[in-house]
């Protein structure tokens, strides 16, 4: 074992579902030089970079090892206001972004559920928001990064220079480098306002007969998805699609770049792990179910639209002590509608349950070899943990690989490396790019020892 590094301090870690707790020995650095420097001069067997800990499982742990934290690392450095492109440092956050350049007109132009990510996280997550089916990822308006490779050269990454190194990064979970600096575009944006429209759907077909129709009149789309619904009602869903709202659009009085709406409430502590079970949860999806209806046009601020759950500090712990795993799973399309309804019966014939089921459909895969979104349908559900719920998601992975599925690697703490090798069959190639920016193996974590994508 290791001996404790100077500067570094022990502690037990998690991800953002409290599932896994890993002890592992964290580093705090203070300037990018002193980050890009760990990873030759750290005394640990590997390192592995944590943003805000917003990824679900084990993919910012590193078990025994040492963590380097980015906190301090949060700068923004330049923004050309011409091309709207932004410099900043990895571990500034989406939330200080928006913060700083919607007053002035400017908002991301992809965003996950959760404002409270960092650049580099985005960018190593290669997140995906409501308007994939338009846009794509977060990497398309990623123009370019330095990243501090295992082998500790400084290596600044686009798709034009260094290529590999720049699709490898991207959504290859931390496991090839630090990302230092990152330079991403911006949209321009006239209100901080969306015009969105409700529909209900009476089950999963519905759903995606509506998503299917209707998703290339929106430019953001998302369906909150009953999982525990009777059989004949099973994936009722409700669909919230919008479009983003010009001045024109909007009542007297009404500011048109208000900043997203602050935390209102807090979750002071882990709710008693029974209060979430197969019982509870089906009464909230029925509650929910019958309380929100359809509307047209409505006008919904860009903090309740794309970040719901921001408005709950640390809502986490409405899981228990226990935590909770969020599973999220894409199928292909010509598979989606058989593979989704054998799935969700698995899950309803469990009784394990979610009132955080989210249903969306994908455009087009990106260049990256370990990035999650390609054409299909994702299906996203928030579980608590409980005594056989490590084992049955395995046993959901073997039917997501009958139906050519796969899961998100960001939300993931339970699949194993053989499944995930069937489920991204351009794992050599990543692994062949990062064998070249860390031959030594200095870049590892519990997530990439688990999969099978660094060497255990």
Not at 31 to 53: F, H, K, Q
Not at 186 to 212: C, H, I, N, S, Y
Not at 224 to 253: E, F, H, T, Y
Request: proline share 7%.
């Amino acid at each position: 074992m290791a001996a404790r590094s100077p500067g570094a301090a022990e502690a037990p870690l998690s991800g953002w579902g409290r599932y896994p707790v890993a002890t592992c020995r964290a580093y705090r650095p203070e300037a990018r030089r002193d980050a890009a420097a760990l990873l030759v001069s750290a005394p640990e067997t590997s390192l592995i970079p944590r943003g805000l800990g917003r990824s679900y499982g084990d993919a910012s742990l590193n078990a025994g090892a040492g963590v380097v934290l980015s906190d301090r690392l949060d700068r923004l450095l330049a923004f050309d206001e011409g091309q709207g492109i932004l410099e900043c440092e990895g571990g500034a956050s989406l939330a200080t972004i928006i913060a700083t350049f919607l007053p002035r007109g400017y908002f991301l132009p992809v965003t996950p559920g959760t404002r409270h990510v960092t650049v580099g996280g985005a960018i190593a997550a290669d997140v995906h928001g409501k308007n994939h089916h338009r846009v794509g990822t977060f990497s398309r308006f990623v123009h370019g990064f330095t990243l501090a490779s295992g082998d500790g050269r400084i290596l600044s990454c686009s798709p034009e220079e260094n290529p590999k190194a720049f699709w490898a990064t991207v959504g290859g979970a931390g496991l090839t480098g630090f990302i230092l600096t990152a330079r991403l575009k911006l949209q321009k944006v006239e209100t901080a306002w969306v015009l969105a429209d409700f529909k209900r759907a009476g089950d999963l077909a519905e759903a995606m007969g509506l998503l299917t129709e209707t998703d290339p009149l929106y430019e953001y789309s998302v369906a909150w998805i009953d999982c525990l619904a009777p059989a004949k009602a099973r994936g009722r869903s409700i669909l919230m699609q919008a479009n983003a709202a010009r001045v024109a659009d909007l009542r007297r009085g009404m500011p048109p770049l208000p900043l997203p709406s602050p935390e209102r409430f807090a979750v002071p502590a882990a709710m008693p792990s029974f209060a979430l079970n197969s019982f509870s949860v089906s009464l909230f999806n029925a509650l929910y179910f019958r309380l929100h209806g359809t509307g047209e046009k409505s006008l919904v601020d860009y903090g309740k639209y794309f970040y719901p759950l921001d408005a709950i500090r640390s809502w986490n712990r409405l899981y228990g002590h226990s935590g909770f795993v969020q599973y999220q799973v894409a199928f292909p399309l010509a598979s989606s509608a058989k593979g989704l309804s054998a799935l969700l019966d698995r899950f309803a014939g469990a009784g394990f349950g979610s009132f955080l089921g989210v249903l969306k459909r994908f455009g087009e895969a990106g260049p990256a070899p370990l990035s999650f979104p390609f054409p299909g349908y994702t299906l996203a559900l928030d579980l608590p943990v409980r005594p056989g719920l490590a084992q049955f998601l395995r046993e959901a992975d073997r039917l997501l690989l009958d139906y050519g599925g796969r899961i998100y690697v960001a939300k993931d703490a339970t699949a194993q490396a053989e499944s995930f090798a069937r489920m991204y069959p351009r794992l050599p190639e990543f692994r062949a790019c990062r064998a070249e920016l860390d031959p030594k193996g200095r870049l590892s974590s519990s997530l990439g020892r688990r999969l099978g994508i660094v060497p255990s």
